[in-house]
């Protein structure tokens, strides 16, 4: 049978199930990524669980996200990082090296490997030919130690691309064409594919762009050929060695099809405030902007700062916005500065900062309230930036070099007239410089066996998780509405993320953009029976961060109700033993108000039923729902011992898992 690409990337790294869709599957793992707000608890995870030393092929630490040193925190958290990586064998990436997804992929990417990232936008190493899928920590953690990643084998999208991109219109405007068409959910379940002859006008940083940003769509990944696109990539990377060609068979297939013709689209823009709310930039023009921001790993490219720089060339940026340029690694500094782009940003009045995720993690360049600010991102979730009342737009660098310039949401197809601006040109340069100053590379065994990790006063041990109980009777403290994002469950930005390696604190944040009365509540029947949360469609939707399932657990939630899940915090709730459950009727949700007493008995013998039923009583209506759970026997193996963590401790020590209370 002709293969398509993920069906040759998974069949080669299949160690369990079949590749039929839905059928839970189990893949070695080559290369894992992890980033320093989610790596600090990878790392005390593999403390916690008594690892020696990584066992896959190549792990890569990134420092990238929590760069703000307002007190010895995060400074801590470096160090310990570092120590970590010292200690069981993983290349260090030092902070202000860069943003992990580019660096990964000029550094360490290679086509036909798989790796799992402790970060939602893993996926982009797609744009190589490999398998990177976004998952929470602690799977992470499980493939350093040497464990396949289990996931449901998703159908495969194919995405034929024909034609050419029209002058303005860019890698960005493609996905968030993608994301007009099917919205925040569109590729949930799926691996989207992208194949056909416009693939030759899209580099491999194009393809990282659009790749990124599947995770936008909810796809479980994004994967491209590996062709001789690839090869001139690692070449300018000085690694024309690690180009394997990885392409689909002639009369290959995918469950489900689609097509863009590149030359019709159009800039477009994702209005306040989904990454889903995509409409032509000329709908939203006019609109005055505060703030323009370029940057983040959804546009990370030489060219996606190259042609910024071209467009404001000789010009200002308009009083009323702040410009701010995020170079995303060091390398493209470097490059910009060889190229002589830096000058035509610095003299537009751009705000440089320094390589890393800085605004779009909120980590800094927090917009003026109610004020609308045009990023480069892949997200703009409410309250992501930092202000509360946020307005942010996700568009194309062209479409925000526009707006630096003009003040207002402009489609730069415009700039022609009204300031005599012509589309941007970029030529690569034949040699870019490549930095590989900043990357640590991993210890011998022997060195690292003697190297001691170094934690500051802020970085806790895990807390420990007791087995769940057969009977639960607890109140539904807390219910929300549809697509409610990890950024919501646990916020990021510089209040909260210096607290990521103490559960403890961090706890404090819990769903605080949603109820901030919700972790007093929570703490006090942590002390008693617990809680559970109803939830709406897409639960736990956006980033992979597992600090989302581990402070409500922390704070005693047992249970989620929800009429359905994203796809990697449903896996982080059951990797921290939190049940998580549908709705059988979704028109059951509205039955339920907060507080209600909810009861499900009998759980251990219910999860093992074989059509995956579970009956929920509402003790304050008096009315019964049906619930259903999608969990494996190995995840309800998982669930009952209270989690990952325990039973690969007791794995590790050669002991039984507990799995009563
Ligand atoms: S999406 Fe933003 S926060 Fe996440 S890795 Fe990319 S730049 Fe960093």
Known sequence: MPANVAQKLIESHLVSGELSPGSEIGLRIDHTLTQDATGTLVMLELEAMGIDRVRTELSVQYVDHNLLQTDHRNADDHR??????????????KPGNGVSHPVHMQRFGRPGRTM???????????????????VGGLEVAM?????PLYLTMPRIWGVELVGELPPWVSAKDVILEMLRRHDVKGGVGRIIEYHGPGLAGLSAMDRHVIANMGAELGATTTVFPADEEVRRFLESEDRGEDCEPLL??????????????????????????????????????????????VGSSANP????????????RGHQSHDRVSFDVNPTSRQTLENLGAMDLLMPLIHAGARLHQSGCMGCIGMGQAPASDTPSLRTFPRNFPGRSGTTDDLVYLCSPETAAAAALTGEITDPRDLEERLGIGPPEYLPPMRPIVNTAMLVPPLAPDA???????????????PEFDPLPDDLEAPALLKVGDNISTDEIMPAGQRVLPYRSNIPAMADFVFWPVD??????????????GHLIVGGDNYGQGSSREHAAIAPRYLGLRAVVAKSFARIHWQNLANFGILALEFDDPADYDRITQGDTLVLRGLRSALESSDHRVHMDNATTEQRSTLRHRLSPRQIELIRAGGLIPVFRARFAGEPAALEP
């Not at 493939?143 to 464990?147: K, L, P």
């Not at 099809?257 to 477009?268: A, V």
């Not at 990454?275 to 023009?285: D, L, Q, S, Y």
């Not at 901030?516 to 029976?529: I, K, Q």
Request: aromatic share 6%; with cysteine.
């Open 516 to 529: 901030d009365t919700y972790v007093d509540r929570a703490r006090e029947s942590s002390d008693t029976t």
């Open 116 to 134: 799992v990232g402790s970060d939602s936008h893993t996926p982009a190493a797609g744009s190589l030919g490999m398998l990177a899928i976004g």
């Open 448 to 462: 690292a066996a003697k190297e001691e990790l170094v934690k500051g006063p802020n970085i806790v041990s895990l």
């Open 301 to 312: 490219g030489l060219r996606d700062f190259a042609v910024v720089a071209e467009i404001v």
């Open 143 to 147: 493939a350093m130690a040497g464990e």
């Open 80 to 93: 310990f990082l570092r120590s970590a990586c010292r200690r069981y064998g993983i290349w260090y990436s």
């Open 248 to 293: 689909a068979d002639e009369g290959a297939t995918y469950d489900v099809n689609e097509r863009i013709d590149l030359s019709t689209l159009e800039p477009l823009i994702a209005t306040p405030s989904s990454p889903g709310n995509v409409v032509p930039v000329r709908e939203a023009a006019g609109t005055e902007v505060g703030q323009v921001v």
